[in-house]
């Protein structure tokens, strides 16, 4: 099922849910009274239905129209969209959505919670952090239930007393509700201030937080497919595809902004000597210990890709032949000083790379013809010693000369 009937199938079930809901309370309603009373008990019931049918109306309105928005907005306009949404329907005083971090390399946990959107809009509050198990809002997120000021307060003592001190006085929301999709919890809105009764807010927050953490899941699941696509399974940098694609890219931006975008193709010298020596399986590591070398010897807007083999291509957005060449220098300089696993056995007694630059639009207009100017430079770069890097245009001028053999290091990838 796509993620549009998918959100189409909550919009319509959420809908029936709330209907039956409202008509469940209704009938619950005393039915009969005093004669005395009859003609105003009459009109608070008239208005009540009244009330309730104008906002049934703006509930089928609203759930629909943002599970589309939802849909077609992208993963960061969702905990805005939604927001928005809940607080034309149900008024509240205070609104926020906190959505789950994603993990990376500083450690972030699923257990983390950052406040993504707020109404009224306050700066203060906008990334702060929720913790899963702290807090009022944290053990909502534990348990997976929509909680409000009366669901907390049925708490034991010592859980009550916990959460009173883990909660700040100005931060007691009076209804918590995760946003749960297959048992994991994606994010958290809460609500002060209820103009409905807390039971119809959680009805209702219920289908809200339900539509969201679809969405939220649906583009996180996405987002991580098409980073699997996109990079190669055993280096971690870009695969040829993507990196093909981006050239094309780069070069038009580039192009039409009238500034200029430079490559480094370079491969390892004498690779087969090195699998033949020690077996493939050095070799993978090898060129996985190298790309994160190169990985971190280079700025971060510089696009790193695998283009085959021991084959790598790095594009520079927005940087001329000069100041790519430099770049290169760098990855060949620090490539050579590393000292690998079995890197003493190569030919020249050490890893290294040798590769070729060359500029757009100064070689080439097309990616292409751009990577096969680089590709001459390399071969240029072989042929002159290796351990080197040649720049298209300069072909049968000196090269830059070879880095030393590295001294004996303690320490090897």
Partial sequence: MTESLLLGAVAVAA????????????????????????????????????????????????????????????????PSLLLSAIVRLLEPTRATIAIARRPDAEGASPRQFTVAAVWPENPALHGSQVVAGQGEIGFAIELQWVMDRADFDRQPQAIRDR????????QRPDVVAPMV?????????????????????????????????????????????????????????????????RLDEEIHKALAEKRSVSVFMFDVDHFKHYND??????????????????????????????FGGEEFLMIFPGTAKAGAVRAAENVRQAIARFEFPFGTDQPLGMVSV???????????????????????????????????????????????QPAEPPPPKENSA
């Fill in 15 to 78: 809908l029936l849910v709330v209907a039956a809901a409202l008509w469940r309370r209704r009938a619950t309603e005393p039915s009969s009274l005093p004669a005395a009373e009859d003609e105003a008990d009459d009109d608070a019931v008239d208005e009540a239905d009244a009330a309730d049918a104008r906002f049934l109306a703006r509930f089928v309105h609203e759930l629909p129209q943002v599970a589309h928005e939802l849909h077609a907005g992208g993963y960061r306009h969702v």
């Fill in 163 to 170: 959460l009173r001190e883990q909660t700040a006085q100005d």
């Fill in 181 to 245: 999709f297959k048992n994991e919890v994606v994010g958290v809105i809460t609500l002060e201030g209820l103009k409905r009764s807390p039971a119809e807010t959680k009805d209702v927050l219920r289908l809200f937080a339900l539509v969201g953490a679809v969405s939220l899941y649906t583009y996180a699941r996405y987002s991580e497919m098409q980073v699997t696509a996109n990079v190669d399974g055993l280096t971690g940098v870009f695969n040829k595809r993507y990196i093909t694609a």
């Fill in 277 to 306: 020596r020690n077996g493939h399986l050095a070799g993978d590591r090898l060129l996985t210990a190298l790309a994160k070398l190169v990985q971190v010897t280079t700025r971060r807007d510089t696009v790193i890709g695998r």
């Fill in 354 to 400: 040798s590769g070729g630059v060359a500029e757009c639009p100064v070689d080439a207009v097309d990616g292409a013809a751009l990577v096969r100017a680089a590709d001459e430079a390399l071969y240029e770069a072989k042929h002159a010693g290796r351990n080197r890097v040649a720049v298209h245009g300069m072909l049968g001028e000196p090269v830059a």
